[in-house]
Each structure stands twice: as structure tokens, then as C-alpha cells.
């Protein structure tokens, strides 16, 4: 683990902890008070200026405006989905049943869980808290300090028990949310004539998967804390590997 001279970890980004500073109600005075609520009330009655000045001020004739908001319907119509390309700054718009058949043909590298859609909840809550057992375990058996406990389960030790914390902090170790993945179309590596002609099933596909908040992100970033210097030192002798 890296440590700074003073012996504290530098935690990753990812492994801390929001905290946040208002102050009690009862420590704000009444000028203040009064400040934010003419500031909020000024912001909720903000949105038909904004659209009276998106009517008004815009470089939009009526006609592209009328267009332009047919268009942004039809993704939520599931008639077609607009995605960036990969390195070279293009946008694929794209027929809703061609993306679908894309994803399910990617998605075919992965093993599919026996999980009812609606017990995913619970199968993920049973995978996190396995995670969160075994890196007690590791606290348990000194092979974890407690500065990395509590940032990665939610949990603190005191006097050999194991509890949770409460309050806003709380909310930040009861994630459930499932991973999702989506296909980055890699066009750069076709012509600008071949991509004119070419079947949208046939442009390269590279499928990138989410990491950040979903149920296993602490355990993932504890593990990346852990892995990357010895890799980085791994690789420091090895130039031909990737890391």
C-alpha cells in the first residue's frame, strides 16, 4: 500500500467518501436564508424564460427547431439510437432493431446468469455483501488496515465489532446498480467510401462495459488500488507487455 510520510493512505479517488459541509440551519443567519431562497426561487420560475429564448434567440429557422425535436422523440420511441463512433469523432444513428441485434451479438462473449429479471436486485445485493465478507475477513486477519475498511464496506471495527454507518454516508454502500455495456462503432478503420456503402453490421464493434457506480465499484477500485503498482512495476521490465 502507498503511504505518505506521515503514514496516512492516499486513497484513490474512486475509495472516497463525500463529505459534506452546510451548516445546521439554527447557525445561518436570516440575511443568508433570505439570499438562497430568492436564488431558488428565481431558478424554478427560470425554465419559460429558457424556452422563450430558445424560440427567439437561436440560429434554428422554425422549421429545423420542428425538426429537431421529431428527432430527439424517436430514441424514445426505440425507432433509432444515435451513438459516438470510437476515435474519430463521428455520430451513427442507427435503426433501433439493428442496434439490438448488434448488442445481442456482442453480449454473446459473456455467460448468461440464471437470474430472474426480477431477482437481479437481490442477486446483486448477495454478490456485494460477499465481496464486503471477505475483505472483513482480510481486517480480521490483519491483513487489512482500517482506513481502507471503512471506505470500501461501509463498515468500522471497534473493540472486534463490526458495524455499519448511518446517515448520508450510508447511501454510498447500498448500490445495486448492474453494470451496462454499449458499442463503440470503430469507423476510422474503413475508408470514407467503404463506410458510405457498408452494411451497419459490419463496422467494427468495440463493447465497453460500466464500472462506476454499480455494486461491485469499491471492491473493484480496492482491487485496481492494489493490482496497478504491481503491474506498473511488472511492466517497468517487461516493455513489450501491456498493462
Request: aromatic fraction near 8%.
Amino acid at each position: 500500500m502507498r503511504e505518505k510520510n506521515d503514514g496516512d493512505f492516499v486513497l484513490p479517488k474512486k475509495l472516497k467518501i463525500p463529505k459534506f459541509s452546510r451548516p445546521e440551519s439554527g447557525k445561518i443567519d436570516e440575511e443568508t436564508k433570505t439570499y438562497v431562497e430568492m436564488v431558488c426561487t428565481e431558478l424554478r420560475n427560470i425554465k419559460p424564460l429558457v424556452l422563450k429564448a430558445y424560440r427567439t434567440k437561436n440560429n434554428l429557422s422554425k422549421e429545423q427547431r420542428k425538426s429537431f425535436s421529431k428527432l430527439a422523440k424517436l430514441p424514445e420511441e426505440r425507432k433509432i439510437v444515435i451513438c459516438r463512433a470510437d476515435k474519430d469523432g463521428k455520430i451513427v444513428i442507427l435503426n433501433y432493431d439493428d442496434y439490438d441485434a448488434i448488442m445481442t451479438r456482442e453480449l454473446q462473449q459473456f455467460e448468461k446468469l440464471d437470474v430472474p429479471v426480477d431477482g437481479s436486485d437481490t442477486y446483486l445485493e448477495k454478490v456485494r455483501k460477499d465481496c464486503n465478507e471477505l475483505v472483513v475477513k482480510l481486517h480480521a486477519i490483519g491483513e487489512l488496515k482500517d482506513q481502507l475498511l471503512l471506505p470500501i464496506t461501509g463498515m468500522k471495527c471497534k473493540n472486534d465489532a463490526y458495524r455499519k454507518v448511518n446517515g448520508a454516508s450510508a447511501k454510498y454502500f447500498r448500490c445495486n446498480t448492474p453494470a451496462y455495456a454499449y458499442p463503440l462503432f470503430q469507423t476510422h478503420k474503413l475508408t470514407p467510401m467503404n463506410l458510405l456503402n457498408v452494411d451497419i453490421k459490419e463496422i467494427p464493434v468495440r463493447l465497453l462495459q460500466s464500472a462506476g457506480n454499480i455494486s461491485t465499484s469499491r471492491i473493484t477500485a480496492f482491487l485496481e488500488f492494489i493490482l496497478k503498482p504491481i503491474s506498473a512495476e511488472f511492466c517497468k521490465n517487461c516493455p513489450n507487455e501491456f498493462c
